[in-house]
């Protein structure tokens, strides 16, 4: 341009005119010379720089430029000189960096073009202030930049549905989620080949339902991916639809969803939900243990009552029985060979033996029968009676024996083990009219510490068990119930004596063991004894000496002690009988007295109960204190009669078992005399 304001150029503008149309454009436009000095400075250079144009014109053009990009302008500059092209070069644009009157830098669009007039080459730089644009670019990339690292974060998978043209995209984690290879083409049908086949139609309804005519636009699922790799996995998908229309005009536009991997959410709420099932499960097993506890100790307490009665009666009437006995045996010796009344004798002495055995039955119901536990292997019993249990069953019933090898022993009495295992199989056999099978068989168990006392009340863990099972009637609960009871049964009068179960029941548990019955109407019935495994005890005989003859008295002195008058009348009888000189005492303290008058008494004969608060056996110990070595016999209906402490603390006192046969009493005496 020239320095001649107001000439007339070729194309008919005055130069003002031309300054006026350079300064009618918002964009800066700056001419410099070659030395790099402006030699134009428009009103948009003005309103961008701050500078007056009458400031800039001949200053050098880095006034503009920030200090720091002086020398990149300056040679981006001279590179653009030295270039063969001369041409305008406006549309290549670069960014630069232009600094205004108040320093503060800013960003500007510029493109330069390099002129000849009149010979000197003129740089023309026409610059458009881009900071805002900048501004929003860098908002916008800001935003995306935040909205990728959210949706990487969140290990968010993508994905858009053009519903005009049926184009789908899959971001990169949503091919991970859903297991896809990149290579894979982004369609519905490759999406839905990985549902399994069970979910994909309910799948898929539900997805159109949401974008077509009245669909909300908003589709929520959670279902599960079969992936490649055979491995199946919980995906949650949340998509939008965006519509173009309203009302019956509406257009799904495009679909834009958000797909979560959930398995691991989901298997650990399956995890909380298993444990708290099982938590559950333990609980009502744990009151169900505890109900049945409960009913078992109520059980036990009520066999225990009727135990203690039938006991007691028991004991009463053995007493009777003693004497009846006793007198019988007497009157028997008195009535010469060939009497009348001799048949009638024998009969009331049948009747009292048999008396008797009820009695020593219903003992063993209460437990107090004196046992004689010898250490046995429970099979060899069993095996032992196979051919008797046989015959018992039968033509229509057949027995088996299923006897489990290395039963462990077990300390019980073996004639009642006999007598147990026998009731059982007739039980079955009774049960099974028109035929069947009875099982018996034998193993080892270990009960939890848990069940075995609280189920069965009992100490120890390890038990052999025997169980007897038949496929007969059953039992209604209310008859298993009763079974234990003596006297129940539902046999009818001559048939049933109601003793079986309940003989074998105080046997069982005076052993230490459990018995218990399974049962149910038509499928038959399984009784289970438990016997506690005998640990470090060999094969101990009981002290039942067979094959002594009627030993005499040498006129021993023997101090009777019996409350019971008649019982004790018959004993000092019987004594006399057998030789003896008999003394009497009604209870333990009246002993006590005569003893401790000082003259000779070789033997004290006492019973065990006696009313007054002082027992046989306490008895024993204060006899024992003041003369240790003084010999003592105990007489008892009863075996035990506190869970046999007594008998442990007197471990050395013999007992002989009312009602007792003189031949049984002059046998005892003469043992203990001599011992
Ligand atoms: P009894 O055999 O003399 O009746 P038990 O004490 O042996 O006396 O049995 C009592 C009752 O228990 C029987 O009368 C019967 O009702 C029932 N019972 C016992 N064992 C069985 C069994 N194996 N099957 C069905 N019921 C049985
Ligand atoms: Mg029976």
Not at 204 to 225: N, V
Not at 652 to 664: Q, T
Request: net charge negative; charged share 25%; proline share 4%.
């Amino acid at each position: 341009m020239s320095d001649n304001p107001g000439a007339i150029t070729g194309n008919g503008y005055s130069q003002e005119q031309l300054m006026a149309l350079l300064n009618s454009t918002v964009d800066a436009i700056i001419s410099i010379d070659d030395q790099h000095c402006m030699t134009l400075f428009n009103s948009g250079a003005e309103a961008l720089f701050g500078f007056r144009s009458d400031e800039t014109i001949g200053q050098p053009l880095d006034m503009l430029i920030p200090d720091r990009f002086r020398a990149t302008h300056a040679d981006h500059i001279h590179s653009f000189a030295a270039s063969a092209k001369t041409a305008r070069l406006m549309g290549e644009r670069r960014e630069i960096f232009g600094k205004r009157r108040s320093g503060e830098e800013f960003s500007a669009e510029a493109s330069i073009s390099k002129m000849n007039f009149d010979g000197t080459s003129r740089f023309v730089v026409v610059l458009r202030d881009i900071t805002q644009r900048k501004a929003i670019e860098f908002a916008l990339r800001e935003s995306e930049n935040r909205l990728k690292l959210a949706v990487e974060a969140g290990r968010i998978g993508l994905f858009e549905h053009q519903h005009e043209t049926g184009d789908w995209y899959f971001s990169p984690i949503f091919r991970e989620i859903w297991g896809l290879a990149a290579a894979e083409p982004a369609t519905m049908a490759t999406a839905l080949a990985l549902v399994p086949p069970e979910d994909r139609d309910a799948l898929l309804a539900s997805y159109r339902e949401a974008y077509e005519l009245g669909g909300s636009g908003r589709f929520t699922s959670e279902h599960r991916i079969l992936r490649r790799e055979a491995e199946l996995r919980w995906v949650a998908v949340n998509a939008l639809t965006l519509f173009d229309g309203e009302g019956a005009e509406r257009r799904a536009i495009r679909t834009i969803g958000a797909v979560r991997d959930t398995t691991e959410r989901r298997q650990r709420e399956q995890d909380l939900e298993t444990r708290i099932r099982e938590h559950t499960e333990a609980l009502r097993q744990e009151i169900k243990q505890r109900e049945t506890a409960q009913a078992a100790l109520v059980q036990a307490q009520r066999m225990d009552a009727l135990g203690q009665l039938t006991g007691g009666i028991a004991h009463d009437s053995n007493n009777l029985l003693t004497v009846i006995a006793g007198n019988l045996e007497m009157i028997e010796d008195e009535l010469p060979v060939g009497h009348a009344a001799g048949k009638y004798l024998r009969e009331a002495q049948e009747a009292a033996r048999m008396g008797a055995s009820l009695n020593q039955r219903l003992l063993t119901f209460s437990r107090r029968r004196k046992l004689e536990p010898r250490v046995i292997n429970l099979n060899d019993g069993v095996l032992a009676m196979a051919e008797l249990l046989r015959r018992a069953m039968g033509e229509t019933v057949t027995l088996t024996t299923v006897l489990k090898p290395d039963v462990w022993p077990t300390l019980v009495d073996p004639g009642e083990i006999e007598n147990a295992v026998l009731n059982l199989a007739i039980n079955a056999r009774d049960a099974m009219p028109a035929g069947g099978e009875v099982r018996v068989e034998t193993s080892n168990v270990t009960l939890s510490s848990d069940v075995a006392a609280g189920q069965f009340q009992l100490k120890d863990c390890d038990y052999v068990k025997l169980t007897v099972s038949d496929t007969g009637t059953g039992m209604p609960p209310d008859v298993v119930a009763r079974a234990f009871e003596p006297f129940f049964t539902t046999k009818g009068p001559a048939k049933g004596t109601g003793l079986g179960l309940s003989t074998i029941y105080g046997f069982v548990k005076q052993s230490g063991g459990h018995v218990t019955i399974d049962s149910e109407v038509g499928k038959g019935t399984t009784v289970t004894v438990l016997l506690p495994r005998a640990i470090g005890q060999d094969g101990r005989r009981s002290g039942l000496a067979d094959g002594l003859a009627t030993a005499q008295a040498q006129g021993e002195i023997v101090l009777v002690v019996e409350d019971n008058a008649q019982v004790r009348r018959l004993t000092v009888e019987r004594l006399r009988r057998l030789g003896y000189h008999p003394l009497e005492a009604e209870s333990g303290p009246s002993a006590l007295a005569i003893l401790d008058l000082g003259n000779r008494i070789d033997l004290i004969f006492s019973d065990v109960v006696m009313p007054g608060g002082l027992s046989g056996y306490d008895l024993a110990t204060l006899v024992r204190q003041r003369l240790p070595s003084q010999r003592m016999l105990l007489t008892s209906g009863y075996t035990f009669d506190n869970d046999g402490q007594d008998q442990k603390r007197h471990p050395d006192l013999r007992i002989l078992r009312k009602p007792y046969s003189l031949a049984d009493l002059a046998k005892t005496l003469r043992e203990v005399l001599d011992a």
